[in-house]
Nanobody, 118 residues
Framework: QVQLAESGGGLVQAGGSLGLSCAASGFIFRGNFMGWYRQVPGKQRELVAR???????NYADSVKGRFTISRDNAKNTVYLQMNSLKPEDTAVYYC????????????WGQGTQVTVSS
């Protein structure tokens, strides 16, 4: 019932910037947590950044100071601005919605590739 439509991603040089967007559609009861995860082949999917409906954020230590997550509640859209990109940021990035913030209603985007060359 809920779908997440991602945009952005691509190939950038180390030190460059990239912005990701994800719009949620369908019936969203709370939309408490929206965020971004990333995954490299052979590795576990990891949290990159998350933002609550009220605007509280948390980031993976590896991206603190470089990435900024934001959201527009009226548009049910979450954004990830990625600056000072490093080759180790290369991954498939997935938009995530945890509707109640407790893991009971979780939705995922299809993933978008971010590749950072050195």
């Amino acid at each position: 019932q809920v779908q997440l439509a991602e945009s952005g991603g691509g190939l950038v040089q180390a030190g460059g910037s990239l912005g990701l967007s994800c719009a949620a559609s369908g019936f969203i009861f709370r939309g408490n947590f929206m965020g971004w995860y990333r995954q490299v082949p052979g590795k576990q999917r990891e949290l990159v950044a998350r933002i609550t409906r009220g605007g509280n954020t948390n980031y993976a230590d590896s991206v603190k100071g470089r990435f900024t997550i934001s959201r527009d509640n009226a548009k049910n859209t979450v954004y990830l601005q990625m600056n000072s990109l490093k080759p180790e940021d290369t991954a498939v990035y997935y938009c995530n919605l945890d509707d109640d913030g407790l893991g009971h209603r979780i939705y995922w985007g299809q993933g978008t590739q971010v590749t950072v060359s050195s």
